[in-house]
Nanobody, 121 residues
Framework: QVQLVESGGGLVQPGGPLRLSCAASGSIFSIIVMGWYRQAPGKQRELVADITSGGSTNSADSVKGRFTISRDNAKNTVYLQMNSLKPEDTAVYYC???????????????WGQGTLVTVSS
């Protein structure tokens, strides 16, 4: 099995920073992509940002210029540095990973349990 351990959520004032981390462990042969989604109350889960093993990134327009995604391949860990946070960034943030568990072509998706980010004064 594969486990994802998220950390870094909490309460932050508008304009402040916060950093999320997510470490993957377990039966991992190679990680294809890691990323973060979020879900605000009453809304659908949406992609925040993701990053491939080669370092290519993709992010939502609403966070461009404010959030930065990075990863440490040796540690199977992905980070989300969030700056200039806004109340509308308030949501549960979920770590996501797509990986292979062996040399075969099969790919598997895993999700973290979610960490709450609240932006409020």
């Amino acid at each position: 099995q594969v486990q994802l351990v998220e950390s870094g959520g909490g309460l932050v004032q508008p304009g402040g920073p916060l950093r999320l981390s997510c470490a993957a462990s377990g039966s991992i042969f190679s990680i294809i992509v890691m990323g973060w989604y979020r879900q605000a109350p009453g809304k659908q889960r949406e992609l925040v940002a993701d990053i491939t093993s080669g370092g290519s990134t993709n992010s939502a327009d609403s966070v461009k210029g404010r959030f930065t995604i990075s990863r440490d391949n040796a540690k199977n860990t992905v980070y989300l540095q969030m700056n200039s946070l806004k109340p509308e960034d308030t949501a549960v943030y979920y770590c996501y990973v797509r990986l292979r568990r062996s040399r075969g072509p099969s790919e598997y998706d895993y999700w973290g349990q979610g960490t709450l980010v609240t932006v409020s004064s």
